[in-house]
């Protein structure tokens, strides 16, 4: 299993008039959370795109629990739990400065090349990915 | 079963460095569409919030199927099919111009009051909902 | 002079928790009405980009007058005045439903080619630009 | 003169079709390096909000020299030069890790009430500001 810990600040771009985190931009700091879990395990996304790979998301879900305010700090806690095959799945918890939970959610990826078409995961990124 | 189909036209700002609309933006257009639906059958977003309710998302998912690109019409079908509840489901499937399903998702949302709390819908919503 | 009148409508994403539209998405909204003004006198942003050209903002400003809220429909009124030359300057009014003016502001483009060189305009677009 | 430097990281989502930062994002930027900027002198600005003064933009505007590209660091150069009467004007420039300038542009805020009116900016505010 591969893990993460990375930390966003909520601004006020990030907020609506409920005065609370707009529910798309979580899914902002999931991709900001997985391309640091990435770097973190030495892939660059700069990197995939060079080799002629790109990694879209194919699906995505997000259960809100608790809002998250203005100038809060969150914590995204990141992993990937499952062996990428034709897919990649990562998992995002964030919680807020006193450790309440905010939302939990997933991303589920695949890998496609320049034409668009689905391909096997480069081998270099499955090692990584393997640990 | 109440239904609405809604257009949405795809800028620059939407898209990504793939070419393609950047996954959080579906919601956007979800949002965009939801109101619209729900104007459709004479309830206005700003009316709830006037009457003291909220209608927070707490729980969205999305699944990408066709890569919708910059300058494309996406016609957006959304509906309710269940009576509200505690919850109120929101079903959606955008397709392109030509006829590709491009992405289908749902949210579900709950009333809360100014308070934060969650409340039963109000009487005035559950009639226009159940038509 | 070209001119070109768009409406835009206020959506939840657009609004901060002062309740007011965030001052970022004008600029979403004046790349919409420029797309629009653009596509009125012949000109396809795609078509442009086809041919090996970008357009993209080199300078821009906006003064906010009046605040624009939620479930408000904007009009937008576009023009261009001068003759482009090695740039193109774009103008934007905004107002809303009672005719208050909210924001007025410009974005001046250049023309460069694939390489990131600026360049001359395509002699396609400046005569549909010229009228 | 108080002046912050603040760095942000370039992600997916900031990022069009030319594969460069979308035009608005610089200004969302721009919030986020003023936020820590005021924070850095001890203004923070929920709190200004919970003493009942809000701080919109009434004024903005930008100069782009040098795209800032995908998983580019991006160091923002803060700063307050003149004392704020009725207007605070905050500038900003940002640089890639090359340090070549990308863009610098200004933010003018003025300071107004719960009920929209314009006001003085409070002495607190203005005592911190003033050094």
Chains 1, 2, 3, 4 share one sequence.
Do not use: W
Request: hydrophobic letters at 30%.
């Amino acid at each position: 299993m591969i893990e993460y810990q990375h930390n966003v600040h909520v601004y006020y771009r990030d907020v609506d008039q409920m005065g609370i985190v707009y529910y798309t931009r979580y899914f902002e700091y999931f991709e900001e959370a997985r391309t640091e879990l990435l770097r973190s395990i030495g892939i660059s996304v700069t990197d995939i795109e060079k080799n002629g790979y790109f990694l879209p998301v194919i699906s995505c879900s997000c259960k809100y629990k608790y809002p998250a305010k203005f100038d809060e700090e969150l914590n995204i806690f990141t992993k990937i739990t499952e062996e990428p095959r034709s897919t990649l799945k990562i998992e995002y918890i964030i919680r807020n400065s006193n450790d309440i939970l905010c939302v939990n959610g997933e991303t589920i990826h695949t890998f496609i090349n320049k034409n668009g078409k689905i391909v096997k995961p480069p081998k270099i990124i499955t090692e990584k990915l393997r640990g």
